[in-house]
């Protein structure tokens, strides 16, 4: 079966053959037809490569602020490292601020003193409303409201979904989606006033959703919906709604550590409902949950978060930002990711499912086969 790369590539040799075939046909039975299709095609590249090119306009940190979530570690550390040293006011919220989490301490203890972290649990209405309290009495002289807020914080949760249990999903929901809602209603306010913009960062998870992360992949489906009806509705107070979706950067954040992925393994295997394990056996469970591991911490999951970073920066500092940042941990992961969010189900699901003649079966398959 061919990889998704490999068909890119075909389909981009193919489109080219077919351009160049009808051009080709033009040139001998219709000369002027040719040379004005031609001419369009060119300039049309022409104008995409200028485009490219061309330097991007950037706001100024000056007198902005910006509030990020999820600071503790991953993303959010780099972004708000990043952003105060390009001169921005940045509250980075941290989920340990008060209790002496590493992450703010290393924040406070590196950055410029235009830093300050903030406690906040996005599941928490007190700390949320806090937290916008402790913004506005900290915001930068002459500044009509807050520039920008990027909703960062998330939680991540493996296992197959007869598996994971009710509770879990729940957990996962607070934080990933009805946290960045909760987060983005308290801010908006200073938002709007300021015409700022907000910035999600949901995932290529909220494109497609593989077996046995379903929980995960939910909350990112809820926020790529959640962005675009926001977009939509702040349009006309001229406020800008960006979704940057990192692709396979696991190895960037702390989900890979054993105690944490060891912690995933033991809460599923003690909660797990008692015909579930019957039925698939714990010889499945061992060994889909070491082949997540695996997967986790193969090469192709990026351990170098500046790429994510550096779309992140873009959504805050461009003036006229994409609305979408899809951003692979390499080119072919860019097409894969592409390739799953977009192409028919049909020909996509054999990427989704990786059984391989000989791998363990549910227990309760191996009795009736």
């Known amino acids: 079966m061919l990889k998704p790369l490999h068909l890119f590539y075909c389909a981009s040799l193919l489109g ?46 000056n007198g902005k602020a910006v509030f990020i979530t999820g600071c503790d570690s991953g993303f959010g550390f780099g972004l708000a490292k990043r952003l ?37 649990d996005v599941t928490d209405d007190g700390q949320v409303q806090a937290a916008v309290q402790q913004v506005k009495d900290r915001l930068p002289a002459g500044s009509k409201g807050l520039y920008a807020l990027v909703n960062n914080a998330g939680v991540w949760q493996p296992g197959q979904i007869e598996w994971v249990s009710i509770a879990a999903y ?56 959640f962005s675009d009806a926001l977009r939509h509705e702040m349009h006309k107070w001229g406020v800008k709604v960006v979704i940057v979706q990192p692709g396979s950067f696991a190895r960037a954040t702390d989900i890979v550590l054993p105690a944490v992925f060891n912690n995933f393994v033991e809460n599923l295997r003690n909660n797990m409902d008692e015909a579930a394990k019957e039925d698939y056996g714990m010889e499945y469970f061992d060994f889909i949950m070491e082949q997540i591991r695996s997967w986790l911490t193969s090469g192709g999951q990026a351990k170098d978060p500046t790429p994510i970073i550096d779309a992140m920066v873009d959504a805050i500092t461009l003036t006229t930002p994409s609305h979408r940042y899809l ?26 499912r990786p059984e391989k003649e000989g791998d363990p079966k549910p227990a309760m398959l191996q009795k009736t086969n």
């Open 327 to 352: 951003v692979g941990s390499n080119f072919e992961d860019y097409v894969n990711k592409t390739w799953l969010g977009y192409f028919p189900t049909r020909w996509t699901d054999f990427t989704e």
């Open 16 to 61: 080219l053959t077919t351009i160049s075939g009808l051009l080709l046909l033009l040139y001998h039975c219709a000369p002027v037809l040719y040379y004005l299709c031609t001419g369009i095609l060119l300039g049309s590249v022409g104008y995409c490569v200028v485009l490219y090119l061309a330097p991007k306009s950037r706001v100024s940190g």
């Open 170 to 225: 729940r957990r996962v929901m607070e934080v990933n989606a009805f946290g960045t809602v909760r987060v983005t209603k308290a801010f908006l306010p200073l938002i709007r006033r300021a015409k700022g913009r907000v910035v999600n960062i949901s995932s290529e998870a909220g494109l497609h959703s593989p077996p046995t992360v379903s929980a995960y992949h939910m909350t990112k489906a809820a926020i790529e919906f």
């Open 84 to 120: 105060d040293s390009l001169g921005f006011t940045v509250f980075a919220g941290c989920l340990l601020a008060d209790s002496g989490g590493e992450g703010s301490k290393k924040l406070r203890a590196e950055c410029s003193s235009r830093l300050s972290t903030v406690q906040i």
